[in-house]
């Protein structure tokens, strides 16, 4: 089991900048791929960034290229992301999910990560 913690949440203004944690424990963090997402009320879940357990592969929606970073610590068991000039249609419910078979085409998909965390709450004002 490994269990999923994030944090870093909050009300921040359009155009402003968050920078949310997810700290993990149970099994080796570094065996497992990392990804991001975000879930707006009454959405679906959708995929925002991902990275593969050495660091050395990331993946990121296409809208959001340029803007959020993901990046992880393996010696600290956390995993960042970074999010700047936000929108406020960002507003949403990120999640953290690990995985141990993240590919090129599955990134995307809910279903390859088994583990999740509670999520945390982002608001971007107008």
């Known amino acids: 089991q490994v269990q999923l913690v994030e944090s870093g949440g909050g009300l921040v203004q359009a155009g402003g900048s968050l920078r949310l944690s997810c700290t993990a424990s149970?099994?080796?963090?570094?065996?497992?791929?990392m990804a991001w997402f975000r879930q707006a009320p009454g959405k679906e879940r959708l995929f925002v960034a991902a990275?593969?357990?050495?660091?050395?592969?990331?993946y990121y929606a296409d809208s959001l290229k340029g803007r959020f970073t993901i990046s992880r610590d393996n010696a600290k068991n956390t995993v960042f992301l970074e999010m700047n000039s936000l929108k406020p249609e960002e507003t949403a419910v990120y999640y953290c999910?690990?995985?141990?078979?993240?590919?090129?085409?599955?990134?995307?998909?809910?279903?390859?990560?088994?583990?999740w965390g509670q999520g945390t709450q982002v608001t971007v004002s107008s």
């Open positions: 149970g099994r080796t963090f570094s065996n497992y791929d």
């Open positions: 999910a690990a995985s141990t078979y993240l590919r090129y085409n599955n990134y995307r998909l809910t279903s390859t990560y088994t583990y």
């Open positions: 990275i593969s357990w050495t660091g050395g592969t990331t």
